[in-house]
């Protein structure tokens, strides 16, 4: 997602929210709202404002003393995540990974038959993957033998980030104000916990979440070094398991009272 969209998207979000009655919002804020906050009604009055960069929510809304933080996504961009390579490594050792499956990545991750970027020809990304197939293998069943890493990695890189002090979001909300999909970090662990993620053998992955480097420039212009150094999470099919998630489970118990508040 082009960056000065994605403010602009959130700056968006902030103009049509803050210091105003949920009968003033359209029907997909109201909806979104209700499902924040279940307990409103037409007179109650929200808040939002815009996070400080390198946090994971990129808004909150807020009703009284109720707050809520929110991961916004917009357009076809399906990255989650970026972090440098070592506090990724940091966070593998963290977990139990074991070392070979850590060379694994690193070689993976360079593709230039080296641990840390420092070989002289960089394959692309096809060549590395045909180069090291077993390898990948075997890296991804040790990162798909356990759910309850598979859900650290998902919280880490969509809800909390790197900084454990840092504020969490909650939320994830994919769209603009008009029109867009939510849910809550719940209901993302319980489908990493209900799905088989192994028949994702092709690419280095953990869960539905796809791990590469951010950038390999093999024959190509080095535009910035140190995107080689890092790591880059993509969510395929981010809007479709979205959706499919908040159909399973966002609105099956709406009292009548709330229904008719929705109409």
């Keep these: 997602m082009n960056t000065t969209i994605g403010i602009q998207n959130e700056e968006n979000f902030v103009k049509e929210l803050d210091n105003k009655l949920f009968g003033e919002l359209n029907k997909n804020l109201q909806m979104f709202l209700f499902y924040l906050f279940p307990n409103i009604d037409k007179t109650a009055r929200f808040h939002c404002y815009m996070t400080e960069n390198f946090c994971k929510p990129d808004i909150v809304i807020y009703q009284n003393d109720q ?3 929110v991961s916004v996504k917009y ?9 440098n390579i070592m506090t990724f490594i940091e966070f593998l050792r963290d977990c139990q990974i074991s070392e070979e499956t850590i060379e694994s990545y690193l070689l993976y991750h360079y593709g230039d038959g080296t641990k840390d970027g420092t070989g002289k020809r960089r394959m692309d990304s096809v060549e590395t993957r045909f180069t ?8 991804n069943e040790e990162f798909n033998s356990s759910k309850a890493f598979i859900k650290g990695f998902a919280d880490r890189t969509m809800f909390q980030g ?8 909650d939320y994830l909300y994919h769209g603009d104000p008009d029109k867009g999909v939510f849910i809550s970090r719940d209901q993302v662990m319980k489908h990493i916990d209900r799905k088989d993620w ?13 791990v590469r480097p951010h950038a390999r420039y093999a024959g190509k212009e080095i535009l910035n070094e140190k995107h080689r150094h890092t790591v880059a999470v993509n969510y395929p099919g981010i809007v479709s398991d979205m959706l499919y998630i908040q159909n399973r489970y966002n609105f099956r118990n709406i009292s009548e009272k709330n229904k008719e508040l929705l109409r």
Aim: hydrophobic share 30%; aromatic share 10%.
């Design 67 to 69: 707050y809520r933080y």
């Design 75 to 83: 357009g076809q961009a399906e990255t989650v995540h970026n972090e």
């Design 198 to 210: 192994s028949f994702m053998n092709r690419c280095v992955h953990i869960g539905p979440l796809i």
């Design 132 to 139: 090291y197939d077993d390898r990948i293998k075997k890296m």
């Design 162 to 169: 790197v900084n454990p002090q840092a504020s969490r979001a």
